[in-house]
Each structure stands twice: as structure tokens, then as C-alpha cells.
């Protein structure tokens, strides 16, 4: 479940970075979507680096917390230059939420 779920997920954000980038550097808002953009992927690759080599669920937990905040950061950076591409990031913001809710179960009756 997780391998398919997560490729739709990054062709659903592929697709919104594409259609954000279209617009143009020069455009209101581009660049600093592209920015959070990055952030909240970096943020994504870390949280699989903490909890799966680290194996530390508290510190991915929050991690986790992080990057939810930095999907909605830009989801809504992404709303003001296309809504469409805002859209198109709900699933992965539903997704990670469910994540945050395992993630944190994990961790709450392993301490």
C-alpha cells in the first residue's frame, strides 16, 4: 500500500510543482512557493532517515509535526499562484496526517 500510495503522491506534487514553476520566476509568489517547496521535501526525505536508520520514533514524530507544517505552508503558497496545484497537494497533506497519527502511536506505546 505504501509503495503505490507514495508514487501517486509525488506524481500529484510533481504535477503541482510544474504547473507552479510554469507561471514563471517572475511571477508573484513563484519563488517562495518553490522555496517551501523544497523545504518541506527535504523535510520529507529526513523524517524516512529518523524513523527507518535512526530508528527513533519520538525525534521522527517531531520531525513529522514539521513537515506537516511545511505541507501546508505550501499548499497555501501554492493556492496563491495556481489553486489548482493547492489541490493537487490535499491527498499529500491527508497522507502525511495519517502518517503523523501511526508515527506518534508508535511512539507513545513504545516509550
Excluded: D, K
Excluded at 535512526?54 to 501546508?72: N, R, V
Amino acid at each position: 500500500m505504501f509503495g503505490p500510495t507514495w508514487t501517486v503522491l509525488y506524481i500529484l506534487m510533481g504535477v503541482a510543482l510544474f504547473l507552479v514553476w510554469q507561471q514563471g520566476l517572475n511571477t508573484q509568489g513563484v519563488r517562495l512557493a518553490l522555496f517551501v517547496f523544497g523545504v518541506q521535501l527535504m523535510l520529507n526525505a529526513l523524517w524516512s532517515i529518523i524513523f527507518f536508520r535512526m530508528q527513533s520514533p519520538g525525534w521522527a514524530f517531531a520531525e513529522i509535526i514539521l513537515l506537516w507544517i511545511a505541507i501546508i505552508a505550501t499548499l497555501w503558497a501554492f493556492w496563491r499562484v495556481m489553486p489548482a496545484a493547492g489541490w493537487l497537494l490535499v491527498p499529500y497533506l491527508a497522507w502525511v496526517s495519517f502518517a503523523a497519527v501511526l508515527n506518534g502511536s508508535i511512539w507513545f506505546l513504545n516509550r
